[in-house]
């Protein structure tokens, strides 16, 4: 199994306050990327990193930041959490064209 | 946009059944094509793959063609086993990314029975 691991693994949390999901990887795989998944939509692209500090929008980027100070590190921030946001997030990496590997998932609640 | 669509769940069989899961795609030129299953309680895990028209992934026992003229990536399996029991993802990755920008449908449960 590809190493990568995501904390925490569940977290309720009030809306407005802030939130930070970690993906970590011992892999060096350049590609890391956010998605949320939820009923009805299947797995949506949220945020990808290119390489250290090289970051992009997804498709639901709208409310979420991240950041990659590290090659094994990528960091989801909501700054202020809303219900909407209640979903199971997965990290995921890929070298290039190859494989992407998913985590095992941090299910968020917004109460 | 890109887009890909799957057949709605739950898929309820019982061990031994064949199996089909319909998945149809919209997207320019030639793009790769995936299946990924989830596990109960787990990430996605890739089950098998076709880059190019006409080509047929395969693996545990599962397959799948990649038919350009009817913009279909059908998964199939001959005999379920419970164990095969999971959520199952069609996706597409653009052509001439660079890099792996996966495209997801929503899923397709699949239920086995004994």
């Known amino acids: 199994d590809a190493g990568i691991t995501q904390s925490p693994r569940h977290k309720v949390t009030e809306t407005g306050t802030p939130v930070t999901l970690r993906c970590h990887q011992t892999e060096n795989h350049r590609y890391m990327y956010w998605y949320r998944q939820d009923p009805g939509h299947g797995l949506r692209l949220i945020h990808y990193s290119y390489g250290v500090k090289d970051t992009d929008k997804g498709e639901v980027s709208d409310g979420y930041s991240v950041s990659r100070s590290k090659t094994e590190d990528f960091l989801l921030t909501l700054e202020s959490a809303t219900s909407s946001q209640t979903s199971v997030y997965f990290c995921?990496?890929?070298?290039?064209?190859?494989?992407?590997?998913f985590g095992p998932g941090t299910r968020l609640t917004v109460t | 946009g890109d887009s890909v669509t799957q057949m709605e769940g739950p898929v309820t069989l019982s061990e031994e059944a064949f199996l089909t899961i319909n998945c149809t795609y919209t997207a320019t030129g030639y793009p790769s094509l995936f299946w990924y299953v989830q596990y109960p309680g787990e990430g996605l895990q890739l089950l098998l793959k076709?880059?190019?028209?006409?080509d047929k992934g395969s693996n545990k026992g599962f397959e799948a063609t990649y038919r350009k003229e009817t913009t279909s990536f059908h998964l199939e399996k001959g005999s379920v086993q419970v164990s095969d029991s999971a959520v199952y993802f069609c996706a597409l990755s653009p052509m001439n990314t660079g890099f792996q920008k996966l495209v997801f449908g929503t899923g397709t449960r699949l239920l086995v029975s004994p």
């Open positions: 076709a880059t190019k028209a006409d």
């Open positions: 995921a990496i890929s070298e290039g064209v190859n494989e992407q590997y």
